[in-house]
């Protein structure tokens, strides 16, 4: 039996081709026990901690009686949070997956999903009445009650309009249809738009939100074509090089045969033309698209950077997962990913082929290799391999 078709406890006993099938962007799921007697690998001061690094995206909410909402980015020191007795607050730690070795591992349970949807593990961490109100996301989440309990209230709204003067996307007009009070281990699925209210009950309230990256056709397209624009490796196309400084040089717009005109201000059909050709010749290099798309959803985000420190073992932040014990392993911060013709990593994309593109395509999806795989890879291919790890893109347990 595939793994898609083996029933998982972490989707209430469906397989994961079933979830995909009859909810994944159709229709929510409240799952009992997901993970059966979970303890929270991150607790409330490792947490703090994270939050108080500059390079961890952060954010503390608070409300009032009335009705009044404050927002602050962080990083935040310890003695800026509000006391832990203090009612109605929430801690927001985005990507706590790129710092935290077992949240990475977390992570990893949800595998039946493409990595390229993949977005990050953020950490609510509330007190009594906590929540962040009403609101929708354009994406895809999975609530995982981690400690304490909190209570959700979920709609399929219409009404998405939101209220005004208030520094977050609060419903003006929120209806709930269904609410469930979620106990450490149970989960809920929600798709894209579905309104939802999570309010802490009690104190010490951590949830999980596993959430996954929808980019809108705006966004793609604005950034492949900032892509596109960049220069070649091999250069700009080589045509009338003999009337050029270098064979790389860029190629010129020529109007030799302009004649005079009485309409200074008309842009030339020859120079529209020249425009057409320039981004035409671009997209018809061979897998071009796919190329861009590829470096563009493999690149990580632009507050990362790789150092030893995250190393599965490091400090003694052993991952909790099954590494082989003489595994290449990726690091938790890169984002490796394929298609049919490359292989990315972090940005960058490469051609392989043949066994070598066998296994490190093995990498991609499993984030790991045996050094019995290691060694069957060609001298190249390790070579490659032993640049990544130079990099911290990847190590060697």
Known sequence: MSE???PLPLLGGLTPSQFMRRHWQRK??????AINNFTAPIDGPALFALAQQEEVQSRLITSNPNGQWELQHGPFAKKKLPALTQKAWTLLVQGVDL?????????QQFAFIPQARLDDLMISYATDGGGVGPHFDSYDVFLLQAKGTRLWRIGKQKDLTLQQGVPLRILENFEAEE???????????????????GIAQGNDCMTYSIGFRSPSQTELASTLLERLAEPDDWGDDEEDSEEQASPHAAVLYKDAKQPATNTSGAIPEAMQQFARTAVMRKLQQPHAIEQLLGEYLSEPKASVYFSEE??????????????D?????LNRKTRMLYDS??????????RVAGKDSTLLRQLADQRQLSQHQFEQLTSGAQSILQEWVSQGWLFFI
Request: proline share 9%; aromatic share 10%.
């Open 4 to 6: 898609s078709q083996t």
């Open 28 to 33: 929510p799921l409240l799952i009992k026990q």
């Open 99 to 107: 710092h935290h070795q077992k949240a990475h591992a977390l992570l």
């Open 179 to 197: 609410e469930w009070l979620l106990e450490p281990g149970d989960m809920l699925y929600l798709p894209p738009l579905y309104a939802h209210d």
């Open 310 to 323: 995250d190393h599965p073992n490091a400090n003694g932040n052993n991952t909790g997962a099954d590494h």
């Open 325 to 329: 014990p003489s595994a290449i392993v």
């Open 341 to 350: 013709y490359f292989l990315y990593i972090n940005g960058e994309s490469y």
